[in-house]
């Protein structure tokens, strides 16, 4: 459960917090974009002042049926972040959220990323494997129905579970035969999948470990919370503190969240509850 990242080891477990910081102008909740140079490097100095772990910068909104910016903006608008941020903390952990490899290796090798954030699993980019083999940095393989244009037009499993599981066995498989070793899986809640989907596998979420690997979940202010208790993503914190509990319960490693200090809060209660985590014996 640990995680090299530049030579520095990462103890996953212990619940850890990734905060959102959006470099875009139309990314679904309006309180995580952050445009200009000022407020990207005051809400990362916010962000890790509150305990934020790592940072996952993004430069090319994903929300359902949005149009991707061209390559060229996202890697213009990924490495300036990360040069920032990199420049003024620069003991920070820093992943960069892209599913192309040419933005994933510009802001690694020439910015200072430390992590590569996939939503597309390597699907959408077939040199994203080869990159990060490459690279040999840490691996976020997130799982996602279809592309950000048509993940919600009508996702459908004949196990929501049991079809990830697989996906992401036919996927590790390659990159850890071919050296990667730091992996993390996420099973993308929202991307490409309804809402009793989405609740489906949060209520099944412990399944995931039998993948063997460590567990982030992004659940911040998703439509699954603001849709059910009929409010709008920036009056969804409650809902979200609650299921951020719920998937601490259920093993997640790291919750990927706008609100740093909410998400450190629930996982200082949780420790409180669970000093010595949860075992899953017949998934670890």
């Known amino acids: 459960m640990f995680i090299n990242v530049k030579g520095r080891l990462i103890d996953l477990s212990h619940p850890r917090v990734m905060g959102i910081i959006n470099v875009t102008s139309d990314s679904f909740y309006e309180g995580s974009r952050f445009m200009s140079d000022n407020q990207v490097i005051a809400v990362a100095g916010e962000m890790l002042g509150e305990g934020a772990d790592i940072l996952d910068i993004g430069g090319c909104s994903t929300r359902p049926g949005t149009l991707p910016v061209t390559e060229e903006e996202e890697m ?7 040069e920032l941020i990199r420049n ?17 290796g510009a802001a690694v090798r020439d910015a200072g990323a430390d992590i590569i954030n996939d939503i597309s699993g390597g699907e959408m980019d077939a040199d994203m494997f080869p990159l990060v ?4 940095v840490p691996y976020i393989m997130m799982h ?8 919600q037009l009508n996702p459908l499993y004949d196990d929501v579970v049991a079809d990830i599981l697989k996906w992401f066995g036919d996927r590790i498989t390659p990159l850890q035969q071919a050296g990667v070793k730091d992996i993390i899986i996420d099973p993308g809640f929202g991307f ?7 609740f489906g596998m949060l209520r099944r979420l412990e399944e995931f470990k039998a993948a063997r690997l460590p567990l982030m979940v992004g659940l911040s202010r998703k439509s699954m919370i603001w849709r059910t208790l009929q409010v709008t993503p920036g009056e969804a914190l409650t809902g979200t503190v609650a299921l951020h509990m719920t998937a601490l319960m259920k ?5 990927r969240a706008h609100d740093v200090r909410e998400a450190k809060e629930v996982i200082a209660l949780y420790e409180k509850i669970y ?9 670890s």
Request: proline share 5%; hydrophobic share 35%; aromatic share 8%.
């Open 88 to 104: 003024r903390y620069p003991e920070a952990v820093i992943s960069v959220d892209t599913y192309r490899a040419s933005v994933a």
């Open 133 to 136: 083999t490459g690279l040999n």
């Open 192 to 198: 490409g999948k309804s809402a009793a989907h989405n």
């Open 251 to 255: 093993g997640a490693s790291i919750l």
């Open 144 to 151: 996602m129905q279809g592309t950000p244009q048509t993940m």
């Open 275 to 283: 000093p010595e985590g949860i075992l899953f014996d017949h998934y």
């Open 76 to 82: 213009k608008r990924v490495c300036r972040a990360v």
